[in-house]
């Protein structure tokens, strides 16, 4: 028996990564006490933990746009000398998309109801 590793598997721990670092980023993205340049120390730090993950390519909906969200974040690393107004602009924006990415996120999880005709009607 091969100990090789199959796409599924390494797709699954590439997209888990993924959320790792953004559930992370997004944590303190709606932090009352944000700081800008604690910011950027927080995505450096958990940039090098998802370095170690091979990246792989990616076909759903939901981490295609995972994956954007997470280079949107970094380009916070090649920013500086921001203005108090753009680096709030900035954790607006960010703020949004992560909110996108969420209803993105739970659009999967819709369920139609199987008896839609015996639901119960009032007459209103």
Known sequence: MENTINDKDIRLKYTRGLEKFVRSNISYLKDPTFEFEIFQKRVKRTFEILKKIPPIRLNAPYPIALEK?????????????LQDEEKEELQAKLL???????????????????????????GY
């Open 69 to 81: 969200y997470v280079n949107m974040v970094l380009t916070v690393l090649h920013l500086e000398d």
């Open 96 to 122: 949004k998309e992560a909110n996108l990415l969420h209803k993105e996120k739970n659009k999967t999880q819709y369920k139609k109801d199987k008896h839609k005709k015996s639901s119960f009607n009032d």
